[in-house]
């Protein structure tokens, strides 16, 4: 079945991967999307065990209509491509790619999506694509990020790597972000996508 990608997502609660005690009960709070961690929240020496947990969740648990996206680990590590597997493999509806910066960063992890999709027997295109920027180059080229994709349903910023790449301090007002957010949200008004 094809995901919908214009669905509403007032809510996007994440979670770590590999705690089967904290993702088990999660759509109770009756969030829109919950996000799997697998990057950040899960330690170098558990990413195996993590993905373990992950597809076994995805597979194996109702999660009552709630969105199951996954945050893979970078590109820039060993893991992300079995991450994918893994993913895919378990159902989830999307992937959220972390530090994009470029338009051929979303097309790389789509081009392991497809494989994994046509290796699990998914149905191609099922799995849409979120990309998470966390640098001011991927601020620059947000709308290259939000037009590189049938699959993308949106972009991201995600503050806190983004804060600490521009050495900035958290505000109660959030003035550290408004610049990345203003330059982010004009260039994609025209795409199919929109700023998470």
Request: aromatic share 8%.
């Amino acid at each position: 079945m094809k995901p919908e990608k214009n669905r509403l997502r007032r809510t996007m609660m994440f979670l770590n991967a590999h705690r089967a005690s904290l993702v088990k009960d999660a759509y109770v709070y009756k969030p829109d999307c919950v996000i799997f961690d697998l990057e950040d929240a899960v330690s170098e020496n558990q990413k195996d065990s993590a993905r373990i947990q992950l597809y076994n969740t995805l597979k194996h648990h109702d999660y009552k209509g709630v969105e199951r996206f996954v945050r893979i680990n970078g590109m820039d590590t060993t893991y992300w491509k079995e991450d994918i597997r893994a993913s895919v493999a378990g159902g989830c509806d999307g992937i959220r790619i972390p530090k994009c910066e470029f338009k051929k960063d979303v097309e790389t992890v789509e081009i392991e999506v497809m494989k994994a999709e046509k290796e699990f027997g998914i149905e191609e295109g099922s799995t849409l694509l979120m990309a998470a920027i966390e640098t001011p180059l991927g601020v620059m080229n947000a709308y290259e990020l939000a037009t590189s994709s049938e699959r993308i349903m949106g972009i991201s910023i995600g503050a806190g790597d983004f804060m600490r790449t521009m050495h900035a301090t958290r505000t109660a007002e959030g003035f550290e972000m408004l610049a990345a957010r203003s330059a982010a949200c004009p260039r994609c008004k025209s795409s199919r996508s929109h700023v998470l």
